[in-house]
Each structure stands twice: as structure tokens, then as C-alpha cells.
């Protein structure tokens, strides 16, 4: 079971939630980046590399039994802002295809470098399925 946390009196946030309480079993999602299954990158486009690290997240949920509604939190790390600024219209239209209108608690951060050098988002990612 999931529990949106919205404090009373705040804004409400667009594209994620403040905080998630859940009950079940954990799925932990390692950092998944923008190549297919094969660890092969088909683009170099940002909103591109967002889709495919998006599909790979899911592919690993649904391997341990989970759908992309039980993701209680995520952690996007990104080498360029401006590039992840410019691209948000098509980051949602790619996010909501793939993951679809459920906005778990979320972090963006900008990094220096991600490990594999035509990497421009990795996604890291936790689920609970509930018992």
C-alpha cells in the first residue's frame, strides 16, 4: 500500500510527491542509463536516452514482480541542467508514456560525469509491492 505525504499548507508539487509511505515488499532499481538490454546506445538525444533509461527501470521492476505504480522514489542524476531544463515538455510526455500519471517522491540532481561517457541520465529507482 502506498501513502502520498502532503503536508498541510504546502504547495502541491507537479511531477513528483513530497514523500511516499508504503508497506510490502522493497525493489531496489540500480542506476539504469539510456542503452537497450544489449548495453547499446540507439541516441544520443536527451529526451531519447530519458525513454529508454524510463523502459529499462520498468523492465527491472517487472522482473521482480512489480508495475510501474508501486515506485515509491526516484533519483534522476543528469550531466547537463540546462539540457534537462530545456527538454522538461518532452521528459513528461516520455515519462508519462512509460511510467504513466503516478509521481512518486523525486530527486534531480546534476553531476559532473556519469560513468559511461555517452550517458546523459541515469535513473535509480524503489518499488514496493505490497503484500
Known amino acids: 500500500m502506498l501513502e502520498f505525504l502532503q503536508p498541510e499548507g504546502w504547495a502541491k508539487p ?9 508497506t510490502g515488499r522493497t525493489i531496489f532499481v540500480g542506476g539504469q542509463i539510456g542503452w537497450n538490454g544489449q548495453c547499446q546506445f540507439e541516441t544520443d538525444d536527451f529526451v531519447g536516452q530519458v525513454r529508454q533509461t524510463l523502459e529499462n527501470v520498468v523492465a527491472v521492476l517487472k522482473e521482480g ?23 522538461l515538455r518532452g521528459i513528461g510526455q516520455a515519462y ?31 518499488a514496493v509491492v505490497s503484500d
Do not use: C
Request: overall charge negative; aromatic content about 10%; proline content about 3%.
Open 96 to 126: 508519462r508514456d512509460v511510467i504513466g500519471r503516478h509521481f512518486p517522491a523525486m530527486a534531480a540532481v546534476q553531476v559532473v560525469a556519469l560513468v559511461e561517457d555517452r550517458a546523459k541520465i541515469e535513473i535509480q529507482a524503489t
Open 14 to 22: 507537479i511531477g513528483y510527491a513530497n514523500g511516499v509511505a508504503a
Open 65 to 87: 514482480g512489480a508495475e510501474p505504480h508501486h515506485i515509491t522514489s526516484m533519483t534522476w542524476y543528469f550531466t547537463d541542467k540546462k539540457e534537462y531544463t530545456e527538454n
